[in-house]
């Protein structure tokens, strides 16, 4: 079998662009980890108990009788903890068929633990009023969030403590009461409509300094399991969390702006991030320790997304992460962003992860102050033994990535260059993998590599045999959850709350026969290229100005007018809607007669729609044209092209090419220049099936904008077509124009045309004689359905 290629070798080749249940973790660990979680670790042990409670409830099949669901338990819990003594604990013990408790919202006591014994399950009330933190605020979707309290708090309780056998389940996919939907669907529908949700968390533990997690299992929660806040001293030995890949925002353990936290030999899979180290308004992270963890489904080891606070002296060793979309990753953006550093992750083995390393200051494409810096970051003995792609990005030449890779190493089969995204970063390699380096090859994407002297050729840490089976717990009974089906909608938003901040990311990572993407409100500063058939882009929100996808590519920039446009459609049974498509670079630059040519879109795939679509751009805006066209005059391959309740923005030729496209009850706006053109169509011989119609379409000027023809014949057989159009006083009064005057002589052979033209543009009188105006008969012959020869794109 070939040897795995090394992580450093691809960069440098290919570039272009757990223990003894009493260790003492303090001292086994290498001298690499000494920045650690800084107290000495013992495995916890249960304490005395002050009050044993038993269960007396059932729950077959995993559902309670409605009765039940009105018998709670958190009376007697709460007083049970209220009374117990410090160091003491609170046991829930079942018996047989009973071994269910049900409960609202409680809280833990300083020194008091809650011992949920084997066979016996805590469950949370499914009615959102339990956790209203005001009337009405809970289970529900809105643009606030934060409306829920916890199932269980331990504000300012040091010394508390959840342990035990057992299990607390969140019940996430169960129906809510009163509603028909679950906790999960309430996530989801907050994703998709790009609001908040307002989901209660399993535990949230608050300036609770040595607070211990221990053997508990934590189930289905509605959003994150484990929340930590300004807390000193965590441990969380032998916790196993599970819930579906497909729950939304149900990370596992969150420290935020606590230090000496320790998470070690437990089992994870989730629908978010396995863990995630965050530090913002609150204070620093640092000194924490993850140590002999397997992690399963959901996001991977992160750092962020806010870490503004500062996160240091982070250790992570002995992992295995297997089947995650992420593997290791540290996100933020200059919103949230801070320093991050003396951060190592050692002896990790990773598997079938789409994202097995990814460390990125850009996370969302959110701008700010707040600008992430990553430094001493190290990676030591990490195989990756499936492809992935990996990312390794500083903010910008001020703001390199600073990480080291020791004997890093990724698949058999090795990483192509497209699968590694590499900028703004210094990389030290040693004292392993030690390669020459191309550096030539390198500067361009601004990475520099340093080789430790001595370094030698490393060898892949082994992981056969270290990927686990998720260790269920079969002895506490699980609630009749429904995992939240798969969606293979590909979800994108610029704030980070999707699953991609980018969309060229997610057409990337689409499926070769196309799917959804469905992109939330914000401005999307990218240049995008689809050639996948059956490609779907909507906007979330139905004001189209809200979504907007821009770049600033000019002819003179990017080797000529057809490599400018911000987006690139090649890709057939194209479809978007509620977005903005602009190219701004008129905005910086001024307009002149070569090189300013700058699209918005290239469109040349056929059976595209684009519904209440926004193209913004001034000259040559939107190309709209045929494939496979060669200059001798072979048969062009035909495209059909629908614009419909769209507004299109220009001045000079800006709806152009030589497809055939309808536009339909669309805005077609003039920017002003000292002339304008509408059109410049371009059908190349005469029997091209090709042709711009446009029906109940609106001709609108800005302020100063005249002298505006309604097009000019880019080929000699241009073929444009008005139908029932209002045309503002912008609108000269011949209509038409030659395309160099004096020079060719292309209006003698267009076909130019129109129909029920109205408004103080319209002139039939006085039209260019090369005009045809058309009878009502004549006129049927370029509605949709005819004209797209049997093609009906309401029916798609």
């Given at each position: 079998m070939a040897q795995p290629s090394s992580l450093l070798s691809c960069l440098l080749s290919r570039l272009l662009f757990c223990c003894p249940r009493a260790l003492l973790f303090a001292s086994a660990l290498s001298a690499g980890l000494l920045a650690q979680d800084r107290r000495t670790v013992l495995e916890p042990q249960i304490p005395p108990v002050c009050t044993k409670l038993e269960a007396m409830l059932s729950a077959p099949h995993g559902l309670l009788t409605d009765a039940d669901e009105r018998r709670m338990d958190t009376e007697r819990i709460q007083k049970a903890i209220d009374q117990c003594g410090g160091r003491k604990a609170v046991e829930l013990h079942g018996s047989g068929e009973r071994n269910v408790f049900l409960a609202a919202p409680f809280h833990l006591r300083p020194g008091v633990t809650l011992l949920i014994d084997a066979n016996t399950v805590l469950y949370a009330s499914r009615n959102p009023r339990d956790y209203d933190v005001t009337p009405g605020s809970c289970g529900v979707v809105d643009q606030n969030g934060h409306g829920c309290r916890p199932f269980i708090l331990a504000d300012h309780a040091p010394h508390s403590a959840i342990m035990g056998d057992g299990a607390i389940d969140g019940r996430g996919g169960e129906t809510l009461v009163g509603q028909s939907t679950s906790w999960w669907d309430l996530a989801h529908l907050a994703k998709i409509n790009d609001m908040k949700q307002n989901c209660t968390r399993i535990l949230i533990v608050r300036a609770s300094d040595d607070f211990i997690l221990y053997r508990i299992t934590l189930r289905n929660s509605p959003n994150f399991h484990v929340a930590i806040e300004k807390t000193n001293g965590v441990t969380a030995w032998g916790v196993k969390i599970d819930t579906p890949a497909t729950a939304r925002n149900t990370d596992g353990i969150d420290p935020s702006a606590s230090?000496?936290?320790?998470?070690?030999?437990?089992?994870?899979?989730?629908?978010?991030?396995?863990?995630?180290?965050?530090?913002?308004?609150?204070?620093?992270?640092?000194?924490?320790?993850?140590?002999?963890?397997?992690f399963y489904s959901g996001h991977g080891m992160s750092i962020g997304s806010d870490t503004s606070g500062g996160v240091n002296a982070v250790r992570v060793s002995d992992l295995t992460i297997d089947g995650a979309d992420n593997g290791i990753r540290i996100k933020s953006d200059p919103s949230r962003g801070g320093l991050v550093n003396d951060v190592v992750y050692q002896d990790v083995c990773i598997r079938n992860v789409r994202n097995p390393i990814i460390l990125t200051p850009k996370y969302t494409l959110a701008a700010g102050e707040l600008l992430p810096v990553y430094r001493d970051i190290t990676l030591k003995d990490v195989h990756v033994v499936t492809p992935g792609e990996v990312t390794l990005e500083g903010l910008d030449a001020k703001h390199k990535l600073d990480v080291t890779l020791d004997n890093v190493f990724v698949s058999a089969e090795g990483l192509p260059a497209s699968a590694i995204s590499a900028s703004h970063v210094a990389i030290t390699i040693g004292p392993r993998n030690g390669d020459l380096i191309p550096t030539g090859e390198l500067t361009a994407k601004d990475v520099t590599v340093t080789q430790l002297p001595g370094s030698t050729a490393g060898t892949p840490v082994a992981c056969a045999g270290r990927f686990e089976e998720y260790p269920a717990n079969p002895t506490a009974p699980r609630s009749a959850t429904a995992a939240p089906p798969v969606d293979n909608t590909l979800y994108v938003a610029a704030d980070g709350s999707g699953d991609f901040y980018s969309i060229q990311k997610a057409?990337?990572?689409?499926p070769a026969n196309g799917a959804t993407l469905r992109i939330a409100p914000g401005t999307y500063r990218e240049s995008i290229s689809i050639t996948k058939p059956n490609m779907e882009l909507r906007g979330s929100n139905a004001d189209a100005s809200k979504t907007i996808i821009v770049f600033d590519k000019s002819a003179g920039t990017s080797g000529g007018t057809l490599h400018s446009a911000t987006a690139e459609i090649r890709g057939d049974n194209f479809h978007a809607e509620n977005l903005t498509f602009a190219n701004d670079w008129n905005a910086t630059h001024t307009q002149v007669p070569v090189g300013s040519q700058a699209l918005a879109v290239l469109i040349a795939a056929d059976k595209a729609i684009f519904t209440n679509v926004r193209f913004l751009g001034n000259q040559d805006t939107l190309y709209a044209g045929s494939r496979n066209c060669a200059p001798d005059g072979e048969p062009c391959a035909p495209t059909r092209q629908y614009f419909t309740h769209c507004y299109i923005e220009g001045n000079v030729d800006f709806i152009f090419g030589d497809s055939k496209a309808i536009f339909d009850n669309c805005e077609i706006h003039s920017t002003p220049h000292s002339e304008g053109f509408l059109t410049a169509q371009s059908r190349h011989y005469p029997a091209q099936d090709s042709g711009f119609v446009f029906n109940h379409c609106t001709l609108t000027a800005a302020a100063g904008a005249a002298s505006i023809w309604l097009g000019r014949p880019w080929r000699p057989y241009a073929k444009v077509v008005f139908l029932n159009t209002e045309m503002g006083a912008h609108i000269l009064p011949a209509g038409w124009r030659e395309w160099h005057p004096g020079e060719t002589h292309s209006i003698d052979t267009v076909y130019y045309a129109e129909y029920n033209s109205t408004g103080s543009g319209a002139h039939p009188g006085e039209r260019d004689p090369h005009t045809k105006l058309l009878t009502a008969a004549e006129a049927a012959q370029f509605e949709t359905k005819t004209f797209f020869d049997g093609w009906d794109p309401a029916a798609q």
């Amino acid at each position: 079998m070939a040897q795995p290629s090394s992580l450093l070798s691809c960069l440098l080749s290919r570039l272009l662009f757990c223990c003894p249940r009493a260790l003492l973790f303090a001292s086994a660990l290498s001298a690499g980890l000494l920045a650690q979680d800084r107290r000495t670790v013992l495995e916890p042990q249960i304490p005395p108990v002050c009050t044993k409670l038993e269960a007396m409830l059932s729950a077959p099949h995993g559902l309670l009788t409605d009765a039940d669901e009105r018998r709670m338990d958190t009376e007697r819990i709460q007083k049970a903890i209220d009374q117990c003594g410090g160091r003491k604990a609170v046991e829930l013990h079942g018996s047989g068929e009973r071994n269910v408790f049900l409960a609202a919202p409680f809280h833990l006591r300083p020194g008091v633990t809650l011992l949920i014994d084997a066979n016996t399950v805590l469950y949370a009330s499914r009615n959102p009023r339990d956790y209203d933190v005001t009337p009405g605020s809970c289970g529900v979707v809105d643009q606030n969030g934060h409306g829920c309290r916890p199932f269980i708090l331990a504000d300012h309780a040091p010394h508390s403590a959840i342990m035990g056998d057992g299990a607390i389940d969140g019940r996430g996919g169960e129906t809510l009461v009163g509603q028909s939907t679950s906790w999960w669907d309430l996530a989801h529908l907050a994703k998709i409509n790009d609001m908040k949700q307002n989901c209660t968390r399993i535990l949230i533990v608050r300036a609770s300094d040595d607070f211990i997690l221990y053997r508990i299992t934590l189930r289905n929660s509605p959003n994150f399991h484990v929340a930590i806040e300004k807390t000193n001293g965590v441990t969380a030995w032998g916790v196993k969390i599970d819930t579906p890949a497909t729950a939304r925002n149900t990370d596992g353990i969150d420290p935020s702006a606590s230090s000496d936290v320790s998470i070690l030999h437990s089992s994870i899979r989730t629908g978010d991030d396995s863990v995630a180290i965050k530090a913002g308004k609150l204070g620093a992270s640092s000194h924490i320790t993850l140590a002999h963890n397997h992690f399963y489904s959901g996001h991977g080891m992160s750092i962020g997304s806010d870490t503004s606070g500062g996160v240091n002296a982070v250790r992570v060793s002995d992992l295995t992460i297997d089947g995650a979309d992420n593997g290791i990753r540290i996100k933020s953006d200059p919103s949230r962003g801070g320093l991050v550093n003396d951060v190592v992750y050692q002896d990790v083995c990773i598997r079938n992860v789409r994202n097995p390393i990814i460390l990125t200051p850009k996370y969302t494409l959110a701008a700010g102050e707040l600008l992430p810096v990553y430094r001493d970051i190290t990676l030591k003995d990490v195989h990756v033994v499936t492809p992935g792609e990996v990312t390794l990005e500083g903010l910008d030449a001020k703001h390199k990535l600073d990480v080291t890779l020791d004997n890093v190493f990724v698949s058999a089969e090795g990483l192509p260059a497209s699968a590694i995204s590499a900028s703004h970063v210094a990389i030290t390699i040693g004292p392993r993998n030690g390669d020459l380096i191309p550096t030539g090859e390198l500067t361009a994407k601004d990475v520099t590599v340093t080789q430790l002297p001595g370094s030698t050729a490393g060898t892949p840490v082994a992981c056969a045999g270290r990927f686990e089976e998720y260790p269920a717990n079969p002895t506490a009974p699980r609630s009749a959850t429904a995992a939240p089906p798969v969606d293979n909608t590909l979800y994108v938003a610029a704030d980070g709350s999707g699953d991609f901040y980018s969309i060229q990311k997610a057409l990337d990572t689409a499926p070769a026969n196309g799917a959804t993407l469905r992109i939330a409100p914000g401005t999307y500063r990218e240049s995008i290229s689809i050639t996948k058939p059956n490609m779907e882009l909507r906007g979330s929100n139905a004001d189209a100005s809200k979504t907007i996808i821009v770049f600033d590519k000019s002819a003179g920039t990017s080797g000529g007018t057809l490599h400018s446009a911000t987006a690139e459609i090649r890709g057939d049974n194209f479809h978007a809607e509620n977005l903005t498509f602009a190219n701004d670079w008129n905005a910086t630059h001024t307009q002149v007669p070569v090189g300013s040519q700058a699209l918005a879109v290239l469109i040349a795939a056929d059976k595209a729609i684009f519904t209440n679509v926004r193209f913004l751009g001034n000259q040559d805006t939107l190309y709209a044209g045929s494939r496979n066209c060669a200059p001798d005059g072979e048969p062009c391959a035909p495209t059909r092209q629908y614009f419909t309740h769209c507004y299109i923005e220009g001045n000079v030729d800006f709806i152009f090419g030589d497809s055939k496209a309808i536009f339909d009850n669309c805005e077609i706006h003039s920017t002003p220049h000292s002339e304008g053109f509408l059109t410049a169509q371009s059908r190349h011989y005469p029997a091209q099936d090709s042709g711009f119609v446009f029906n109940h379409c609106t001709l609108t000027a800005a302020a100063g904008a005249a002298s505006i023809w309604l097009g000019r014949p880019w080929r000699p057989y241009a073929k444009v077509v008005f139908l029932n159009t209002e045309m503002g006083a912008h609108i000269l009064p011949a209509g038409w124009r030659e395309w160099h005057p004096g020079e060719t002589h292309s209006i003698d052979t267009v076909y130019y045309a129109e129909y029920n033209s109205t408004g103080s543009g319209a002139h039939p009188g006085e039209r260019d004689p090369h005009t045809k105006l058309l009878t009502a008969a004549e006129a049927a012959q370029f509605e949709t359905k005819t004209f797209f020869d049997g093609w009906d794109p309401a029916a798609q």
